[in-house]
């Protein structure tokens, strides 16, 4: 059965090369982290890179013709820009003096939470709303995460000791 142009062969292809990008990207996002400020690398590469990515993902085969290297190209852009909150590991922890294990286990808890609440946001969403509309929902929480980035404060005690690191 082919859906959107492709079979489950290439679909699986496409989905593979989507989190094998994001592997490679968590790398680089680390050092974009120190460079630009993990605050600014979140907010637009993950939040608003997301954001963009999602729904150039979605509308992909339909704005290529179902070309496969275009809705590649465009999945491997939105794995890539995933790895944009990789720079939460080094803003969470920093933002407390005492209790790090703490601020890691809500990291985490974080990272996981998605796991569930993205297809309870399918299960509610797609029968009223259908795919697309849901698509635009994803994206436009990928920018409410961006907005909220911009209200992470570091504090002054905090920043003084990691002045030597670009956080903001």
Known sequence: MAEHGFNTKEWLQIW???????????????FV?????WQRTIMW???VGCAITTVLFYY??????GAYWAVMIAGIAWGGL????VPLSALVPSLVKE???AAMAILNLGAGLPVFVGPAIVGLLIGTIGSEGVIWV???LYLVSAVLTKFITIPEEIRESTEEVNIV
Request: hydrophobic share 45%; no cysteine; charged share 10%.
């Open 16 to 30: 593979g090369t989507i989190f094998t990008s994001n592997i490679a990207f968590n790398l680089i996002f680390g």
């Open 33 to 37: 982290g120190d460079r630009l400020g």
């Open 45 to 47: 590469f993950g939040g």
């Open 60 to 65: 992909s085969p339909i704005w290529f013709g």
């Open 82 to 85: 995933l790895a944009g909150y």
């Open 99 to 101: 209790d790090k294990g």
């Open 138 to 140: 994803l994206a436009g």
